[in-house]
């Protein structure tokens, strides 16, 4: 059991390399050679943040609140990224999509990565200067760093995701936007929902 951990560890470093550097290679050799074991290192990446985002948010140290905080976002992006996963997996097979639903939900694991470097961004930018930002230079050129930034990983996680149904469903692009236009306001519909409760601002995807 420790040897798989090591080398699943090490695929997962070369594969954290590997979408920055090259995605379609790397994309396909998640489909075809990743393990399950991966997303393990995905979830505790995603737990580091969660962790770290429980401290910045609560104003004090104070326990429960820092542990109620870190079990309701982890509960929230869990169930977020199953149901993800599953609708885009149920319409992509109604589109024809072939193959196995663990090897697409280890592609589609890989997509939250631009969404955590995002959110731990954010979360950066929140601790150094706070809201509210004001209209000088420096403010105005802190926001455009920000909206750059923001496009890039946007650019980024679209990718990701062309490629996890690209891969994990074998569909060609006419079939994966047909897949996007259908799941898009599911999507945008539980978004909506989890803003209202209270439990995302913006959605975890």
């Not at 995905?42 to 326990?63: D, E, M, Q």
């Not at 999509?97 to 990565?113: A, P, Q």
């Not at 569909?171 to 999507?187: F, H, S």
Request: contains cysteine; glycine residues 6%; hydrophobic residues 55%.
């Amino acid at each position: 059991m420790s040897d798989a951990l090591i080398v699943s560890l090490y695929s997962f470093i070369r594969t954290l390399v590997g979408i920055v550097v090259r995605p379609y290679e790397t994309y396909r050799r998640i489909i075809l050679k990743g393990t399950s074991w991966e997303l393990l290192f995905v979830g505790a990446l995603l737990s580091v943040y969660f962790t770290v985002n429980a401290i910045v948010k609560t104003p004090a140290f104070r326990p429960f609140v820092l542990t109620r905080h870190f079990v309701k976002t982890s509960v929230a992006v869990l169930v977020t990224a199953l149901f993800v996963s599953w609708l885009l997996w149920i319409v992509g097979k109604c589109f024809g999509g072939k193959g196995e639903y663990k090897r697409f939900l280890l592609g589609w694991s890989y997509t939250l990565i631009p969404t955590l470097c995002w959110f731990f961004f954010t979360s950066l930018l929140y601790v150094i200067i706070p809201p509210p930002r004001t209209t000088h230079p420096t403010g105005v050129a802190l926001s455009l760093v920000f909206l750059t930034i923001s496009a890039v990983l946007f650019f980024w996680k679209i990718i990701l995701s062309y490629l996890s149904l690209r891969f994990g469903l074998k569909l060609d692009l006419v079939r994966i936007l047909g897949i996007l236009l259908i799941c898009a306001p599911v999507i945008g519909i539980y978004s909506i929902g989890m803003y209202r409760l209270g439990i995302f601002r913006v959605p975890f995807l």
